[in-house]
């Protein structure tokens, strides 16, 4: 009985610490958006209907929720979601926001039939999700009636709701001019990138690309909690992060081809990818995306993806499989 006790409070005590690192991320990440005007964006729902935000500071309050169909406290919470909707009043708007991440519309629009959603739901293509500094699932937004941002958090709780009820009663008497989002580019298969560089786990900065003559590099998009995490929930999935990661650290050791990997920041830090890495043994130099700038620039919404590029920075191949994505000619070394 002892035993049982103690093991009860050493899970009440993980999940608690838990909780208490996804509300510190959201607070971090949205610490410098909080009192900002919030940026003025047009979304469409799974539905086809149109939002524009910014049509809705100055009259509404707005409540944005980022979720994924694969998170467990997004769905833990969704009771109260779909509670604030129903009650929310003609002075609020209440939108879910789907990272995309790992995830699909047809699995959004499954997960609402089945618990009977009734609030509008985007499908972020990675936009939103920058815009609002996402960092954990799920993050809520709110946005006061003067159209700047009040609160971003992570657990449904009276800090969520204080900002709620403050967010309906805020002055609309000046409203903040939205922020217009930045254009960043984008590049697909055929495009050049610029040249540009990126931190590794180790403290250098290492060019992306071109870090020797003629040689190709194969940026391997992963997160480290994908094998884990999703091991019950999207077994296949996990069991393809598994094998991208093991795959990878085979090919990697052919000099001839360049191997960077490329982890979202998305429930990630520097010590979580550096415990991963020391885990599995994962020879290839690692990179946190925390801010999920590369992500975005080559639209990655899927783990594992592959991406090569030449030494020039030319996108020559893109695949969620490894070994489809590799330049005609690594095959025939890595059998050597």
Partial sequence: MRYIVLLCLLLSCALAHASDTGQARAESAGR??????????????????????????????????????????CREQMP???????????DMAVIAI??????????????????????????????????????????HVVIGRDGRILYIGHEANDKLEAALAQARTSSSATVAAAAVPKDEPHYDVGDRVPAFDVHTLDGKSVPAFGAAPGQPTVLLFLSPWCESYLAKSRPALAQ??????????????????????????????????????REHHVAMPLVLDDSGALFRRFRVMHVPTVIVLDAQGKVLRRSEDVDAALPAQQPAMTKR
Avoid at 80 to 90: D, L, M, S
């Fill in 32 to 73: 410098s958006l909080i009192g900002q005007p919030a940026p003025r964006m047009v979304v469409k729902t799974i539905d086809g209907q149109t939002i524009d935000l910014g049509a809705l500071y100055g009259k509404k309050a707005v409540y944005l929720k980022f979720w994924a169909t694969w998170c467990v406290p």
């Fill in 80 to 90: 109260h979601f779909e509670r604030t909707f129903e009650q929310a009043g003609p």
């Fill in 98 to 139: 789907d990272v995309g991440f790992d995830d699909s519309i047809e699995e959004v629009r499954k997960y609402r039939q089945a618990v009977g959603l009734g609030m509008p739901i985007v499908f972020d293509d990675g936009t939103l999700g920058e815009a609002f500094h996402l960092r954990v699932t799920p993050q």
């Fill in 240 to 277: 393809s992060c598994r094998e991208a990661r093991e795959r990878a650290d085979v090919l990697a050791r052919d000099s001839h081809t360049r191997w960077l990997g490329i982890a979202s920041g998305l429930w990630a830090s520097r010590d979580e990818l550096a415990e991963y890495q």
